[in-house]
């Protein structure tokens, strides 16, 4: 939860919460706001498919076999537009598109990489 701050003024106590704000909406706990980020049934394992190096739409495709065009597409661009992915269009025929993780993204990694083993213990054998 946000820390809380309190300060007196005029004789009365003032309690105020640290507020996170992303594209308009306030937020009052920074795990709300990551998980506004990367959560959903996709943009985790985007970002998790991206770890070693860059991937092309369709490489992508391949790797998570029962998302839709459209929703890849979809995850790839909010991805982007919140800074954890970025998109290289190469200029040649045809178009080339490379989606990588951004700084931003690759800080996300070690959350990925606990959330990966903690999994790992629910392993079929």
Same mark, same amino acid.
């Given at each position: 939860?946000?820390?809380?701050? &309190? ?8 309690? /105020?919460? /640290?507020?996170? *704000?992303? +594209?308009?909406?306030?937020?009052? &706990?920074?795990?709300?706001? /990551? ?7 996709? #943009?985790?394992?985007?970002?998790? +498919?991206?770890?070693?190096?860059? #991937?092309?739409?369709? %490489? ?7 998302? +839709? ?5 979809? /995850? ?14 190469? @200029? ?5 598109? %490379?989606? @990588?993780?951004?700084? %931003?993204? #690759? *800080? ?12 790992? #213990?629910?392993?079929?054998?």
């Amino acid at each position: 939860m946000g820390s809380m701050v &309190c300060f007196h003024l005029y004789g009365m106590y003032i309690y /105020t919460m /640290t507020r996170y *704000k992303l +594209n308009g909406t306030y937020f009052y &706990c920074p795990v709300d706001l /990551t998980l506004r980020i990367v959560g959903g049934r996709w #943009k985790g394992l985007v970002i998790w +498919n991206l770890r070693d190096k860059p #991937k092309r739409f369709g %490489e992508l495709k391949k790797i998570l076999v029962t998302i +839709n065009d459209k929703m890849l597409t979809q /995850t790839l661009r909010d991805l982007e537009v919140h800074g954890v992915v970025t998109r290289k269009v190469h @200029a040649v025929v045809p178009p080339k598109v %490379e989606y @990588a993780l951004s700084k %931003e993204g #690759k *800080k996300l990694l070690a959350i990925m990489q606990s959330m990966s083993d903690y999994g790992e #213990k629910f392993k079929v054998k």
